[in-house]
């Protein structure tokens, strides 16, 4: 599950340049998956899409950087480790390994979750044994919440206010990964049409802003 990603490389943590230089195409990494079960992936509906105004961030205070260690989504079962995912020496996004079906990545590119900013998480929908941590990540509602426990202690606290899926080949890019006005967190995994060969056309991504955080 890797796509090429530019030539330029992150170093250190640079935001919104490091998204704009990678990913304006879009999460192409997570192309791939297996979609060798039976039952496909649940996909968005069409009404838990963004609203056409920006959310409001409730005045919550962002926080500062620390590396995502765990995120939880209880309405789809998700409790799984969290470990920086960057570039390969060819400028490729690495993904968790494949065999790894509950293990998120942090995209190292993108701020850490908490702080002013879209941070991205991503994970594999399934693989070859079956469904993986993001496999329900498409069926996620509006007012929903994920939980990303910190290096620090803290744990944020995001809201979903939207869950799409694009196809890579037209995926908004700006607008999944450009700047936010207060903390926000980005979960992609694969979607759309699965094809033999060629792995899934698209990209389920949640939108979610951060409500608050606690020790």
Not at 3 to 20: E, H, S, Y
Request: glycine share 16%; net charge positive; hydrophobic share 40%.
């Amino acid at each position: 599950m890797e796509a090429q990603a530019g030539r330029g490389k992150a170093r250190g943590r640079a935001p919104w340049g490091a998204l704009a230089l990678v990913l304006l195409t879009g999460i192409a990494l997570l192309r791939d998956g297996s979609g060798e079960h039976v039952s496909a992936p649940p996909q968005p509906a069409r009404a838990a899409a963004p609203g056409s105004a920006s959310p409001a961030t409730g005045g919550t205070r962002g926080l500062g950087f620390s590396r995502p260690r765990r995120v939880r989504v209880a309405d789809i079962r998700v409790d799984a480790p969290v470990r920086p995912v960057g570039l390969d020496a060819q400028g490729w996004v690495q993904a968790p390994p494949p065999g790894e079906r509950n293990l998120v990545g942090w995209f190292t590119g993108s701020v850490s979750p908490g702080e002013r900013g879209p941070a991205v998480l991503v994970g594999h929908v399934d693989n070859k044994e079956g469904p993986a941590v993001f496999y329900g990540l498409g069926a996620l509602r509006k007012g929903r919440h994920i939980a990303v426990e910190r290096a620090d202690g803290r744990t944020a606290l995001f809201e979903v206010y939207g869950v799409e899926v694009f196809a890579q080949d037209d995926f908004p890019g700006e607008r999944v990964y450009g700047p936010t006005a207060g903390p926000e967190l980005r979960v992609i995994t694969c979607g759309g049409a699965y094809h033999r060969g060629t792995g899934y056309d698209g990209n389920v991504v949640v939108f979610a802003r951060m409500v608050g955080s606690a020790r």
